[in-house]
C-alpha cells in the first residue's frame, strides 16, 4: 500500500505504524483549545458585540484611550524595528561565527522568554533608572548632565519616560527575529555565497540580492512576531515607565486600569482593538509563510 493511501488510513500515520488513538488525541487536543483559546475570545467578542457601535467609538475616542493605544502602537513598532535590524545581526554572527562563548550567547537570546517581566523590569530599572549604574550618569549632578544641560537638555530618564516603553519591549520582544532568521540562515548552503563572490559580486551585492530576497520572509514573520508581542507586553512597561497618563501609560495597562475601576466597557473596548491587531497579525504570518512556501515550489 502507498504512502498516500496510509495517510487516509484511521490510526495510522506515515510509515505504517498504528496511531495512539489518533481520533481521540485530535478530539482531546481541540477541547484543549477550544477552551484556553476559542471560548474566551468568544466571551470577548460577546461582550463587544453588546456594546452599541456609537458607545464603543466613545470609549475608543476617549483622550486616555487613544492616547495609550498610539504610544502603545508606535513603541511596538519602533521596538519591532529595532529588533529587526539588530535580530538579523546577532542571527547573522551566530550562524556565521565560531567564537568562545557562542554557546551561551546563543541561549541568553531566549532569556526574555524564561525570565519574569517583573524581575527584568527590576534589572533594568537598576541599571537605567535614575540612580542607576548607568542611568546615574544622566543626572543633572553628574559631568555628563552638565554637558546635556549644555545642550537644552535639562531632564534625561531613560526609565520613566517613552523611551522606557520602547526599552521595554525591545527586551521583551528580542528574541522573535533572531529565532525566525537563524534557521533560514542555517538552511542556506555557504556555496551560494562562494558562487556569487567568484562571479564578482561584492559583499553588500552578495546580501542584498541573493541572501536578503531569501531573509525577507522570516524578517517579515519576525517583525510581525515582536509587533504583537510589544502590544501586548504588560509586566516590564507596569513598573519600568511609572504609567503616566498621556505620557508613558500603554494599553495593557489602561486595560487593567478600567478593569480595577470596574469600567468593563472601557476594558473591553481597547481589549477589541488588541484582539483585532493580534488576529490581522497572525492573519499576516500564516499568508507570508503560505506565500513563501509557494514560492519556493515554484
Known amino acids: 500500500m502507498s504512502l498516500a493511501r496510509l495517510r487516509g488510513v484511521p490510526g495510522l500515520v506515515p510509515g505504517g505504524r498504528k496511531g495512539l488513538g489518533g481520533r481521540g488525541l485530535i478530539l482531546l487536543a481541540s477541547l484543549y483549545l477550544v477552551l484556553l483559546l476559542g ?6 467578542l460577546r461582550a463587544g458585540l453588546q456594546l452599541p457601535p456609537q458607545r464603543l467609538w466613545q470609549l475608543l475616542s476617549s483622550e486616555l484611550a487613544a492616547s495609550a493605544l498610539q504610544l502603545s502602537l508606535s513603541a511596538a ?31 541568553l537570546i531566549d532569556l526574555p522568554f524564561a525570565m519574569p517581566g517583573v524581575v527584568a523590569a527590576i534589572a533594568l530599572l537598576r541599571l537605567y533608572g535614575p540612580g542607576g549604574r548607568i542611568g546615574q ?6 559631568p555628563f548632565g552638565h554637558w546635556l544641560a549644555g545642550i537644552g537638555i535639562t531632564e534625561l530618564n531613560l526609565t520613566g519616560s517613552r523611551f522606557g516603553v520602547v526599552l521595554a519591549m525591545v527586551y521583551a520582544t528580542l528574541p522573535f527575529v533572531v529565532r525566525a532568521v537563524q534557521p533560514v540562515l542555517e538552511a542556506i548552503e555557504p556555496e551560494v555565497e562562494e558562487s556569487a563572490f567568484t562571479l564578482g559580486a561584492t559583499p553588500a551585492q552578495t546580501f542584498r540580492k541573493v541572501l536578503l530576497p531569501q531573509l525577507l520572509p522570516a524578517l517579515a514573520t ?3 512576531l515582536a509587533l504583537a508581542r510589544g502590544l501586548g507586553e504588560y509586566g516590564l512597561v507596569t513598573i519600568l515607565t511609572g504609567n503616566i497618563p498621556f505620557e508613558t501609560l500603554t494599553s495593557t495597562v489602561y486595560v487593567y486600569q478600567r ?38 515550489a515554484l
Open 77 to 107: 513598532t519602533l521596538a519591532a524595528l529595532i529588533n529587526t535590524g539588530f535580530g538579523l545581526l546577532l542571527a547573522w554572527i551566530l550562524v556565521r561565527y565560531r567564537f568562545p562563548g557562542r554557546r551561551l550567547a546563543d541561549a
Open 137 to 142: 550618569f544622566w543626572d543633572p549632578e553628574a
Open 39 to 44: 471560548l474566551p475570545l468568544a466571551a470577548l
Open 222 to 224: 519576525g517583525f510581525s
Open 259 to 296: 478593569f480595577e475601576e470596574f469600567d468593563f466597557d472601557g476594558a473591553t473596548a481597547v481589549s477589541l482593538v488588541l484582539l483585532a491587531g493580534s488576529l490581522g497579525l497572525l492573519v499576516l504570518i500564516n499568508g507570508l509563510a503560505l506565500w513563501y512556501r509557494r514560492s519556493r
